[in-house]
C-alpha cells in the first residue's frame, strides 16, 4: 500500500546540499541543466559551465548560480574555472556519426578532448579541495555507450569508454579521502543532441520521428521511451546524497535495459 505522496521531480527529497558548491558541464540545456537544477533545489551553489554564453547565463540566473562560458577543449580556459567544488559532474558532450573509414581525425580529437581530456584537467583541479575537506562527489555522465559499442560512432564511444577508466581511477585514489567517483549511463534521452539525431535519422532511413525512436533508436531497449534528463539528474544528486557513500567506481545503468540484453 502506498501512501500517496508523489516526491520531488527533480528527485532531491532527503537530500541536502547546503554548504556545498557543484560545477555542472554543458550545463546550458539537457542533462547538463537538469543536475544543475537538481542540485540547486538540493541546496547546493552551482557554477554553470557552457560553451553558449546565453545558456549558461540563462541556468545560472534561474537557479541563483555562476555561469562561465568556456570552451572545454582548450586546457587553457579551464585552468580558469573555481577549484574549490564540492561535487563535480562532467555531463559536457557531442556528437559525430559516420563509418570509422570516414570518421575525420579532428573531429575523433575534439570529442576525447571535451569528454575525456577536460574532465581529467577538471579533476585534476577540483581533488585537492575535496581532499582538504575530506568529502568530494564525481558524477561522470557517461553513456550506454561507454558499456556497448554501436556502429559509426567511433569517436562517442572511445570517449565513453575512456570517461569509465577515468571514473575508476579516481574512485580509487579518492576513497582514502573521503571521495566518491561514479559513471551513470543513460541511454537516449530527450535533449537537443538527440533530437538533432531523430531528425537525422529520420531522413537517412525516409521515415518519421516515432520509428526513429522506437525501431532505430530504442531498438535493443526494452522499455521504449525516451529518458528524461530529470531522470539522470535525479540519480546524479542521489550519488551525492546520506546513502551512497559506499558506492564508488560504479557504473550506474539508466538504459531501459539495453545493457541487460
Not at 585537492?128 to 559499442?149: C, D, E, K, Q, T
Request: glycine share 10%.
Amino acid at each position: 500500500m502506498t501512501s500517496g505522496i508523489t516526491p520531488p521531480s527533480d528527485g532531491t527529497a532527503g537530500i541536502d546540499l547546503a554548504g556545498r558548491t557543484a560545477m555542472v558541464t554543458g550545463a546550458g540545456s539537457g542533462i547538463g541543466r537538469a543536475c544543475a537544477q537538481a542540485l540547486a533545489s538540493a541546496g547546493a551553489q552551482v557554477h554553470v559551465v557552457d560553451l553558449d554564453a546565453e545558456a549558461a547565463k540563462s541556468v545560472a540566473e534561474e537557479i541563483g548560480g555562476h555561469p562561465h562560458v568556456v570552451d572545454l577543449s582548450r586546457s587553457d580556459l579551464i585552468e580558469g574555472l573555481p577549484a574549490d567544488i564540492d561535487i563535480l559532474v562532467n555531463n559536457a558532450g557531442l556528437q559525430h556519426v559516420a563509418p570509422l573509414t570516414a570518421f575525420p581525425p579532428e573531429r575523433f580529437e575534439l570529442l576525447q578532448k571535451v569528454m575525456v581530456h577536460a574532465p581529467f584537467l577538471l579533476l585534476r583541479r577540483v581533488l585537492p579541495h575535496m581532499s582538504a575537506r575530506s568529502w568530494g562527489r564525481i558524477v561522470n555522465i557517461s553513456s550506454v555507450h561507454g558499456l556497448r559499442a554501436s556502429a559509426f560512432k567511433a569517436g562517442y564511444v572511445t570517449a565513453k569508454h575512456a570517461l569509465e577508466g577515468l571514473s575508476k581511477v579516481a574512485a580509487l585514489e579518492g576513497a582514502p579521502h573521503g571521495i566518491t567517483s561514479n559513471c551513470v549511463n543513460p541511454g537516449y534521452v530527450r535533449t537537443p543532441l538527440v533530437e538533432q539525431q531523430i531528425a537525422a535519422q529520420a531522413a537517412a532511413h525516409g521515415i518519421g520521428p516515432d520509428q526513429v525512436i522506437g525501431e532505430v533508436m530504442l531498438n535493443r531497449s526494452a522499455i521504449k521511451r525516451l529518458i528524461e534528463p530529470q531522470e539522470v539528474a535525479a540519480i546524479a544528486v542521489w550519488l551525492c546524497g546520506p546513502h551512497t557513500g559506499y558506492i564508488t567506481g560504479a557504473s550506474l545503468p539508466v538504459d531501459g535495459g539495453w545493457s541487460a540484453a
